[in-house]
């Protein structure tokens, strides 16, 4: 399976834009990238996914690469309420079964300071 | 919209008991899963269901049985706990094509002693 591979920790200042990067250079054509967060005692939340092009939705932009071996996730204005565990993950829209799960790593811990 | 619902949300057992850990989704999905998160950690699955009937293993799998007698829940069951099990255990479901969003429950924290 591809792996991704991002920074453990990032700070940011409150009403700043946040740019958090994942290195992902096995990616297959069918992998999408998606992004989850997790806040504190909180089960993870959908943020935004992509494949080729760059996305937005009212949380964030998703850059990728032209090359798709890397992307960054796009807080345009950080907020307090924005400090979490941040993952990077690739989903096989056509993989088997066992390949449309999530494989989650450790993440990147966003800190927002005020 | 519930989404996704686990209970209950804290337990303690005792090594050697046995439980069940809940999980409903009111959004018709075909795809629903099992993780356990230990701290500082990523999240690692445990089995996962891709339609009512329809079972398998993820990556932790030992000690832990599944059902899945219908589309909405998919109960997770600890046969003999072990101390090793403690960990909060989160339950997902998402529809079955892989470019879809995936919504998580708020999690069991469960402690065996």
């Known amino acids: 399976d591809a792996k991704t591979t991002q920074p453990n920790s990032m700070e940011s200042n409150e009403e700043e834009p946040v740019h958090l990067p994942c290195n992902h250079s096995t990616i297959s054509g069918t992998d999408y990238i998606h992004w989850y967060r997790q806040l504190p005692s909180q089960g993870p939340e959908y943020v935004i996914h992509g494949l080729t092009s760059n996305v937005n939705n009212r949380m964030a932009s998703l850059a990728i690469a032209e090359d798709r071996k890397s992307s960054t996730l796009i807080l345009h204005r950080a907020t307090l309420r924005d400090a979490a565990v941040y993952y990077c993950?690739?989903?096989?829209?056509?993989?088997?079964?066992?390949?449309?799960?999530?494989?989650f790593g450790p993440g990147t811990r966003l800190s927002v300071l005020p | 919209n519930a989404g996704v619902t686990q209970t209950p949300k804290f337990q303690v057992l005792k090594t050697g008991q046995s439980m069940t850990l809940q999980c409903a989704q009111d959004m018709n999905h075909e795809y629903m899963s099992w993780y356990r998160q230990d701290p500082g950690m990523g999240l690692r699955l445990i089995h996962y269901?891709?339609?009512?009937?329809?079972?398998d293993q993820g990556e932790v799998p030992n000690g832990y049985n599944v059902s899945r007698s219908t589309t909405e829940d998919f109960p997770l069951r600890l046969l003999s706990a072990a101390p090793s099990q403690t960990s909060v255990y989160f339950c997902a479901s998402s529809n079955r094509q892989g470019a879809t969003e995936a919504f998580f429950g708020q999690g069991t924290r469960l402690t065996v002693v």
């Open positions: 993950i690739l989903r096989d829209v056509l993989g088997d079964n066992y390949g449309q799960n999530f494989v």
């Open positions: 269901s891709v339609g009512a009937g329809i079972t």
